[in-house]
């Protein structure tokens, strides 16, 4: 699934970095469907970095909404090698409870990966607001091909965020060491 759109922004790249430098890029400002201050008023705080993220409730979040548990040194080599992430986190419980996470090659390329909402948290829009930001950072860094994988289920979930199956007849291919002839 891809984000189909065409971006007027610049290619650069600017994945790997924190902040872009100002005389590079304009970020644009996006109202999105619920602000950091209401975010904030309901309890949740969203990250940016893995600091923080303890990985044991992140993969229960995984397993929750049927992903298979990874081993925690995995977790940290993906995430170390991730260019931008976005998780929530419910103040009362100190927990993460929504997650989401982008690779690409920093210049053109983005795939949207491990997008996650606790199953106790889903339905109140937590899903839409790290969907919302993970798409307008990697826009704003000018990246203009965004993919994601998702489960067949949920693909109305990412239609109203502007992503459409198989945009321009681009058919996706996944390696399989089942199909592999020996």
């Known amino acids: 699934m891809l984000l189909h759109h065409n971006f ?3 290619l650069h790249s600017f994945l ?4 872009p430098p100002a005389t590079h890029h304009t970020l644009t400002v996006t109202n999105y469907s619920i602000s950091d201050q209401d ?9 940016r970095t893995i600091t923080h993220l303890n990985l044991d409730d992140l993969n229960s979040i995984f397993v929750a909404v049927g992903f298979p548990r990874r081993h925690p040194d995995k977790i940290r080599t993906a995430l170390e090698h991730t260019d931008s992430l976005l998780w929530a986190q419910y103040e ?3 927990k993460p409870v929504a997650f989401a996470r982008a690779t690409g090659d920093g210049v053109f390329n983005a795939i949207i990966w491990d997008v996650v909402v606790d199953p106790s948290f889903q339905g ?4 839409k607001v790290l969907m919302e930001r993970l798409v307008d950072e990697l826009v704003n860094k000018g990246i203009s091909n ?18 459409v199956a198989d945009p321009d007849g681009i058919r996706g ?10």
């Not at 291919?173 to 020996?182: A, P, W």
């Open 8 to 10: 007027t922004t610049p």
């Open 16 to 19: 790997r970095h924190k902040t």
């Open 39 to 47: 975010l904030t008023t309901r309890g949740f705080t969203l990250h």
């Open 92 to 94: 009362k419980t100190q």
């Open 124 to 127: 109140i829009g937590l899903g």
């Open 146 to 163: 965004i993919a994601l994988y998702s489960e067949p289920r949920v693909l109305g979930f990412y239609r109203p965020l502007g992503f």
């Open 173 to 182: 291919m996944v390696y399989s060491r089942k199909g592999k002839k020996k």
